[in-house]
């Protein structure tokens, strides 16, 4: 099993370039943001709570999301591998992630962390809120989000590079040439698809 996490700010383009793995190397995607987008969509209870904090910027409690991923991986045991977007943001949940996969005798291989400076980040996703409906791509929410990410996401980097698997790729060229730098790094441990 190959298991990749996709790390960075919001905006870094975790999401587009987690299409284009997906898809050359046929790995699960796990988006944390999309299963609780979906869940409050569905106005589920989780969905209504979490709703609270993600309107504001804020991190939905580490419990919710570490529940969510664990029934994901639980019901896709025969996955070549999984990737995970936006997963984990804080340490517990790296901890916690860790102790699932080893569960399964398995772990994270590498952490590719999208570098891109906070300037073009709020340029794109102040962008993406034109068309994207996203309640939480607004300039006011944008800022919290980022906060947010360097106040409680960025530590998570130090986390796995003491264990040797972070690395930091440029994420600020095109879609196609962040794949490709993306892709040189993935072809270190498994083959496309
Ligand atoms: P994203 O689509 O990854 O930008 O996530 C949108 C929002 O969902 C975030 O601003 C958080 O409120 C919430 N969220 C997504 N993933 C997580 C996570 N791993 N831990 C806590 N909150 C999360």
Redesign the pocket.
Known sequence: MFNLILFGP?GCGKGTQSTNILTTYQLNHI????L??DEVSRQTTLGLE?KK??DN????P?EV?IGMIGSKIDGNRDARGFIF??????TA?AEALDNLLKEKNAAINTVLSLEVPEEELVRRLVSRGITSGRS?DTEEVIAK?IK?YFAKTEPVAGYYHSFQKLVRVPGNGSIEETFAILKKEIEKHISPA
């Open positions: 919001p988006s944390t943001g999309d609780l987008r979490a904090f993600m910027g804020l991190l939905v580490d999301v977007d936006g997963f984990p943001r804080t949940q939480d989000r947010e």
